[in-house]
């Protein structure tokens, strides 16, 4: 909640006016029963209508303030909840796109999804009816027992006999609420996740006929979240019977205490009249204060869900102790730039003198991630500024998780990631990320323009994203749309090839012409003549780029300056081409079987 606090804080001089005019409202409210109390009493005896009228007016007049001053604060409530909500939920947002991936994956992105989404409106909710009903249903309360305490002593004592029962009631419920409301989010995080899978991979499960299979999956998921919700909801149904139960039990007895006090001449039927409008007044207090009570329960549920993301700091943290210069030292004059210690590298370089002037370095890198034994162990190479490197190896043998820690998605276990000489844990994350130009495996296209997708709100000009979709081979695409670059495209590519939608994600990876060039199996969807035309335009216009190619095919790598033959997360070749087919079995299998003896003649 400390947090929460930080988000309402500028807002408590906007919602002390909502309290005070709401206050004002609540007021007039208490004052109907007594005015109407009086008329019965004191002025319908006298006969005097003129008198009645007037007390009649003055009735009419505080309802009509009483339905203005709730009217306008609960608008105002309302309008500042919106307010608080959108700020926090900016900043979680923003704070989920800073967690680091290992953070991500401790969470996953269903439980972030709905800690942005779901648990963002109980906060909301929260916000607003704690305005609405905070001040309200306490004065209503506390002025309603007051008034009937000055009106009726005797019979108040009833009241008052209830109270601690419904404070016990109300105590143990929101005690046993939050737990459960934090229980039913876990429930909608799987919910989520469950449905993101399905959405994602609904033309797989279309084409392998298993609609049956994941609607009953589904249902597993969603009977989950309403047993939970149930059970939730069963448990605070509980509350508004039982305080009904009170109540009315209680207003029985001031029935039956009142007839007899007017009979014995003690007090008058006005008064019993108030009295009963006072306890429906007090009986709807207490029913709102625990309905308040179910919304706090939910709402500190989730806040404290959203808190734990938004405390969550550190990982990123630059470590300054290292070498680095002000600026992240990458920036400037790092061509020259000396590995710490060339003799470790001198047995396992790529490249001949790459010791000397090292643009990427991986040196003697493990990693694994959070809680399993699946990673990398000891990965080692070095790249001069414009070389090119390829990745090769079976499914799940590391090679993403190469490209994942070279841009600092996740942190080495021991070793070091240099670009430049420097550390990528020294370099700040803006000045780190302006070097890549990237390409992931599942990429996403945005449900924008051909523009946009490439341009990616860098502010490219027409020209920069010509050119790149020239070098991508992307430009029949858009040639083929009378829009051209204005062609919109769906969201996922949806309207477009795998191929083209490949050829859209190279260009934008190299509209900001990168110093380095990241493609995770990027090109699987082109054909054998495009990949070729696609690493030549690299060659030829991105020649002081750094490229990693990350493939499954053969072709698109056998022409790099160095080749990693990745297999279980350590590498078990590396070299040329050349060298590799002479050296490494595994790579010669990979050859022979996707090129045979022609693999100069296809790439
Ligand atoms: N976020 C993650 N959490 C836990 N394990 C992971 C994670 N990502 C990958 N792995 C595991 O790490 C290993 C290496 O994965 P990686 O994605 O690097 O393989 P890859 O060679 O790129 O495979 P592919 O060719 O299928 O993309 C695999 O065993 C994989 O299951």
Same mark, same amino acid.
């Given at each position: 909640m400390r947090k929460l606090l930080a988000y309402i804080r500028p807002?408590?001089?906007? /919602?002390?006016?909502?309290?005070?005019?709401?206050?004002?409202?609540?007021? /007039?409210?208490?004052?109907?029963?007594?005015?109407?109390?009086?008329?019965?009493?004191?002025?319908?005896?006298?006969?005097?209508?003129?008198? =009645?009228?007037?007390?009649?007016?003055?009735?009419?007049?505080?309802?009509?303030?009483?339905?203005?001053?709730?009217? =306008?604060?609960?608008?105002?409530?309302?309008?500042? #909840?919106?307010?608080?909500?959108?700020?926090?939920?900016?900043?979680?947002?923003?704070?989920?796109?800073?967690?680091?991936?290992?953070?991500?994956?401790?969470?996953?992105?269903?439980?972030?999804?709905?800690? @942005?989404s779901s648990d963002t409106y109980n906060v909301h909710e929260m916000v607003a009816k704690m305005q609405r009903l905070g001040v309200r249903a306490p004065i209503l309360l506390i002025g309603g027992m007051a008034i009937t305490l000055s009106l009726e002593p005797v019979l108040t004592l009833i009241l008052i006999a209830l109270m601690p029962l419904i404070g016990i009631v109300v105590y143990a419920i929101s005690r046993r609420g939050i737990p459960l409301y934090t229980v039913v989010q876990k429930k909608v995080d799987a919910l989520v996740r469950a449905v993101r899978s399905d959405i994602t991979g609904i033309r797989v499960i279309k084409a392998l006929s298993k609609m049956e299979y994941e609607k009953e999956r589904f249902s597993v998921v969603n009977k989950d979240v309403t047993d939970a919700e149930r059970h939730a909801a069963h448990v605070m149904a509980v509350t508004n019977p039982l305080m009904n139960l009170f109540l009315n039990l209680g207003l029985t007895l001031v029935v039956l205490f009142g007839a007899w006090r007017v009979n014995d001449g003690l007090t008058e039927p006005g008064r019993i009249i108030a009295f009963l409008s006072y306890f429906t007044i007090i009986l709807t207090a207490m029913l709102s204060i625990t309905r308040m009570f179910v919304i706090l329960s939910k709402g500190i549920a989730s806040a404290r869900r959203i808190e734990e993301i938004m405390d969550m700091e550190g990982e990123r943290k630059q470590e300054k102790s290292r070498t680095m210069n002000t600026d992240g030292g990458i920036t400037k004059g790092m061509d020259d730039a000396q590995m710490d210690n060339g003799e470790v590298y001198s047995e396992k370089t790529l490249v001949e003198g790459s010791a000397e002037k090292a643009h990427v370095v991986f040196n003697d890198v493990s990693f694994f991630?959070?809680?399993?034994?699946?990673?990398?162990?000891?990965?080692?190479?070095?790249?001069?500024?414009?070389?090119?490197?390829? =990745?090769?190896? #079976?499914?799940?043998?590391?090679?993403?998780? @190469?490209?994942?820690?070279?841009?600092?998605?996740?942190?080495?276990?021991?070793?070091?990631?240099? =670009?430049?000489?420097?550390?990528?844990?020294?370099?700040?994350?803006?000045?780190?990320?302006?070097?890549?130009?990237?390409?992931?495996?599942?990429?996403?296209?945005?449900?924008?323009?051909?523009?946009?997708?490439?341009?990616?709100?860098?502010?490219?000009?027409?020209?920069?994203?010509?050119?790149?979709?020239?070098?991508?081979?992307?430009?029949?695409?858009i040639a083929g749309h009378p829009e051209g670059l204005d062609y919109r495209l769906a969201i996922m590519g949806a309207n477009i090839s795998g191929g083209q939608k490949q050829r859209i994600l190279i260009a934008r990876a190299l509209a900001a012409q990168p110093a380095i060039l990241v493609m995770d199996d990027a090109m699987s969807a082109l054909d054998y003549r495009t990949d070729a035309l696609v690493r030549g335009g690299i060659a030829r216009s991105l020649a002081e780029t750094t490229t990693i190619i990350v493939?499954?095919?053969?072709?698109?790598?056998?022409?790099?300056?160095?080749?990693?033959? /990745?297999?279980?997360?350590?590498?078990?070749?590396?070299?040329?081409?050349?060298?590799?087919?002479?050296?490494?079995?595994?790579?010669?299998?990979?050859?022979?079987?996707?090129?045979?003896?022609?693999?100069?003649?296809r790439a």
């Open positions: 807002y408590a001089g906007k /919602m002390s006016v909502v309290f005070i005019i709401k206050f004002i409202g609540t007021i /007039m409210d208490l004052f109907l029963p007594w005015i109407l109390a009086f008329i019965i009493d004191s002025v319908i005896p006298r006969k005097d209508v003129t008198l =009645i009228l007037w007390y009649g007016s003055a009735m009419v007049v505080c309802s009509f303030v009483a339905w203005t001053c709730n009217v =306008i604060p609960n608008r105002k409530a309302s309008w500042i #909840a919106t307010r608080i909500t959108r700020s926090l939920r900016h900043d979680l947002f923003s704070r989920v796109l800073a967690l680091s991936a290992a953070q991500a994956d401790v969470y996953g992105s269903p439980s972030l999804i709905s800690r @942005v991630y959070p809680r399993t034994t699946a990673g990398v162990r000891n990965v080692s190479f070095a790249l001069k500024k414009g070389q090119t490197l390829g =990745i090769i190896g #079976a499914t799940g043998s590391g090679k993403s998780t @190469v490209v994942k820690l070279l841009l600092r998605l996740y942190d080495v276990n021991s070793g070091s990631v240099r =670009i430049n000489g420097v550390d990528v844990r020294d370099i700040p994350d803006d000045v780190l990320y302006e070097q890549f130009g990237v390409v992931f495996q599942n990429d996403f296209i945005l449900a924008d323009t051909i523009r946009e997708n490439i341009s990616f709100g860098r502010d490219l000009d027409d020209q920069a994203i010509l050119c790149a979709a020239e070098i991508a081979q992307a430009t029949p695409i493939a499954q095919r053969i072709s698109s790598i056998m022409h790099a300056d160095h080749i990693l033959v /990745m297999e279980d997360g350590q590498v078990i070749g590396s070299g040329t081409h050349g060298h590799l087919v002479a050296t490494c079995e595994v790579y010669r299998d990979i050859s022979s079987s996707q090129i045979g003896g022609q693999d100069e003649k």
